[in-house]
């Protein structure tokens, strides 16, 4: 940790992410421009960064000042997903771009963040592209949300396999609503032995997350684990306008 907040700039190429630790956070106030990049292989790394960055980049930035400007998302697919939360935080943006000192980004970019109200999430989200430590799924897992936490998970084998991963940690963390986003990198795929952390990049794609988010705008928990569900081609609606449309941004 000592190391890390006396360099320049600070490369976390790591089995398992620590965008949310507190090395990181430390990292940026001493200075240092931090790129967090768990898991990524050669191939992610030649892939989803031989894209036009730019274009991911300002997209990813419009789309952020959107989601800055909006007061309540609305996520919806054809699965069955219709979860609802108050916006209001500052958006984190991972567009590639880490310029500046004390900035943080990450590989691969083109992803769009925000931490809700605290306490208001609401509804069902349908995850049918791989759950963090669960890995890409075979059948959808349905995550229940009411009033900012996880109360229930339905579905086959994969779903009982996240009820008994998040019970082993014995934390009650562990089941409130973390973060939402989107991704807007078309060299983004679910690939991997641990695919979610490239998935939250995925172009047109959206993402849930239970756990940690203290070290994001916004965000109050700490938790043993940041768990993202990866949502295929949703439809995402701010203020009752239609932003992303089953998979294709309307901006």
Aim: aromatic share 6%.
């Amino acid at each position: 940790m000592a190391a890390a907040a006396n360099v320049d700039v600070v490369f976390l190429h790591t089995t398992f992410s620590l965008s949310h630790s507190d090395l990181r956070v430390k990292a940026q106030r001493a200075g240092a421009r931090v790129i967090s990049m768990p898991g990524v292989s050669e191939d992610c790394f030649l892939r989803t960064l031989s894209v036009d960055i730019r274009k991911v980049a300002d997209l990813a930035n419009r789309v952020a000042d959107r989601v800055a400007a909006a007061k309540k998302m609305r996520m919806t697919t054809p699965g069955g997903t219709d979860i609802t939360m108050a916006l209001g935080h500052p958006v984190t943006v991972g567009d590639g771009l880490c310029l500046e000192p004390g900035e943080l980004d990450f590989f691969p970019p083109g992803l769009v963040l925000h931490v809700p109200r605290e306490g208001s999430v609401q509804g069902r989200a349908v995850v049918d592209g791989s759950i963090t430590r669960i890995g890409r799924l075979a059948n959808p897992v349905t995550m229940l949300f009411q009033d900012g936490r996880l109360v229930g998970i339905e579905g086959g084998p994969e779903a009982y396999r996240l009820q008994e991963l998040l019970a082993g940690f014995q934390d009650d963390s562990v089941y409130m609503f973390a973060a939402w986003g989107m991704g807007t990198n078309p060299g983004a795929a679910l690939l991997g032995e641990e695919p979610s952390f490239e998935g939250e990049r995925i172009y047109g794609w959206g993402h849930v997350s239970t756990g940690s988010n203290a070290s994001f705008p916004g965000g109050t928990v700490k938790a043993p684990i940041d768990l993202d569900g990866i949502i295929a081609n949703p439809t995402v609606y701010l203020d009752g306008e239609v932003i992303l449309s089953q998979g294709e941004f309307r901006i």
